[in-house]
């Protein structure tokens, strides 16, 4: 039988690239198989699934050695453009893939290029934006309108239309809001089950709704060498070591057991989902009433572990918005009547949707915008001090030409006692290897992987001279689960009873195990400022913002109902 | 949505639109006469307020920019009309020479008119049929076309990184200011520190972009489809009739 997908021995390195970008990877994907592809940023996830349709090296210079067999035709034998009949490919960044003026014309591109009959292009249009339910009306509307969410589902459309056999998914959801990411794993499984001979590749970080439906998961290590080609079930619980050691996420329900058979607890089955994982844990409570408490015990301590603390450090109110609006010269209101006050000593996460406007309330409490109306301002009335605002895209933070000037620019600044520039190299050099970066000192900011420009811009910010208000937008956008939850641990310990934190993010499981309290924000308001305990629990509210609420929440649930 | 508004030019081919566009502001070039002038700007006028619905306030502030460069050419012209030579270095065919006020008011009319053929041809049809007209029927390449409409998407994106930028890098230049750090609040390397980022950016999208169009199957040479097909028809044949009529009418008015 033919293959959907053979590849075998491959290694790619690129020009001028010290080391490879994969090392020998080998995988057959038979037809209607559905295969997860993960490993840490880096890995080379996205270089391998360029590869199946030769658009490296054809486009994108490289050295390959192994072989690439698509469809049963060797790739590097074939046009990229003949291939794009066999395989289609969703990309993370929606912006960066459309390219028609309106949602129809995007969507019947790849058909035209195959020079399909109008009236099947037209039926082909109709039938994938239904799929992804858009409405028909929508296909005139311009591209440049759409919202992101939006934006990825004409993405999806576009490679529905496309009918091939093969369906590639890199990161589809990166970008996305939870609601829209929830979309798009609809759709994702719709697709899967629709047909049993199409095979799937999906690539993320973290995709635990399709894991139900993945027959088997590649592991990519540093360099891009294959560490396990297997099913999900035996490699997530029984090779959890070998997952966690590269740095790559681990579904919640396969954490959860490791950390209870790490406690001597005795669980048999190897549940994906935590809804598998619950049910599981019932029938073992029924088997098994003597362990009882030392069970309940151990997932109290697991749970502990996710959901953060609540505050001990409480310091004085640093500032206040009062009422605050703030709307672009000649735009619409953005933020609308906010109030909120911020304390010493206290991490506050802001979450909504995308567009709901926390990017611009996280500007207005780091005094980078001024509110339209309304005020902002410092303890007791006095005037509002300005604080640090690490951006989403790192990159924007970057002014100098190494990654230890970038660092110096910050302590020369944060040092107003004369002492000498000697002294703020010695801090600096320190800095960058307890943050793991020495090794890239030299180098330009530009030139470091997305993992480290994170880390970097956060150093920036935090070595900045010293402002009482710290926010950061997404700053677990992009990492792997490993970088995620280093990252996590280094905001935590930004607790000083002088500077409040704020975390805007999509990630509600991450949030969770960081904040004190939760902003929710919707359409520019603020719908509820309450403790994080209190927010995750609230699921009328989340459901307002198309949030869930975090894994760890759901098992306290659980776990509350049976002590 | 406009879509279900009566748009009688829509139906036209954009290549015929353009022509007569072309046509209209070669002969606003040439034809230095009040009354030709006044007739296209009525004419123009009627057209965007009757066929393409533009409310009155907006085409006056549309308008308002091509007014101001027009009034300016008015004003000099009056000025230096006694001088000679300034209304001819605009452009004047004819041998025969007005009143100040006259040739100023051809020359403002003109400015004007150039504002409304432009704001009309682009009102009276969308890009998305004038790039699809453009391929089938003036051997634009796919692949120059739809690099054209990537460009464009990007648009909005590199605003917002702009507007992100300027905001960091003033958070940036504070702290540089507070380190004695002299050199980065100097202008010109205020703009390479923007520069870079916006670059950097911009390369990775396009290049994103070229593999997505890429892997969906563009190349060049290729034969491709369209789902829309733009052909020339009789609504092509009305307007080019009732364009040539209108123009001879209105060159008349000059004539005569």
Partial sequence: MKGALSVRELSLTYPRAAAPALSGVSLEVTPGERVLVTGPSGAGKSSLALCWSGIIPQSIPAQVTGAVELAGRPVAASRVADLSRDIAYVFQDADSQLCALTVEDEVAFALENRALPPAEIDRRVDQALSWVGLPAAMRRRDTRTLSGGEKQMVALAAALAQDTPLYVFDEPTSQLDP??????????????????????????????????????????????????????????????????????????????????????????????????????????????????PDMFAAIAAWIEQELAPPSLAVGKSILQLDRACYAPSGGPEIVSDVSLSLTGGEILGLVGRNGAGKSTLGLLLAGLLEPTRGARIGRDGSAAPSGQFVFQNPEHQFARESVIDELMLSLLASRDDGSPQEAARLEAEKLLRDFGLWHKRAAHPFQLSHGQKRRLSVLVAIAAPGRPIIVFDEPSYGLDADAAQRLRRTIAGMRRTDQAVVVISHDIDWLAGLCDRIAVLDRGRLARIDSARAVLVDRQLLALTGLAPPQAVVIRAWLDARQ | MRDSEWRPLHPVNPLTKLAAAIVLVIAVTVVFDIRFQAAVLALIVVVLMVLEGVPPLRLALVMLPFALMGFGFLWTNLLFHEAGGYVESLGRFSLLRGSALDDGIVVFLRAVNFGAVSYAFVRATPPADLARALMQNAGLRPTVAFAVFSVVQFIPQLQDDLRQLHLAHALRAAT????????????????????????????????????SMEARGLTHPMRRSFLVCSKFGRADLVFALASSASLMLMIGLAVV
């Fill in chain 2, 176 to 211: 540089a200011q507070a380190s004695g750090i002299r050199s980065l609040v100097g202008l010109p390397r205020r703009y390479v520190d923007l520069v870079i980022p916006l670059l950097a950016g911009a390369v990775r999208r396009a290049q994103r972009s070229a593999i």
């Fill in chain 1, 179 to 292: 609601e829209a990411t929830a979309r798009t794993y609809a759709v994702i499984d719709r697709l899967a089950r629709g047909d049993a001979r199409r095979s799937l590749i999906y690539m993320d970080h973290k995709i635990e709704a399709l894991l139900p439906l993945t027959d088997r998961v590649l592991v990519l290590g540093e360099n891009g060498m294959p560490l396990a080609f297997e099913a999900p079930d035996t490699l997530f619980h029984d090779r959890a070591a070998l997952v966690a050691g590269t740095g790559s996420w681990l579904p919640t329900a396969a954490h959860l057991y490791r950390f209870l058979r790490a406690r001597g607890l005795q669980l048999a089955g190897r549940p994906l989902t935590v809804a598998a994982a619950l049910t599981n844990l019932d029938r073992w409570l029924e088997q098994n009433p003597g362990m009882r």
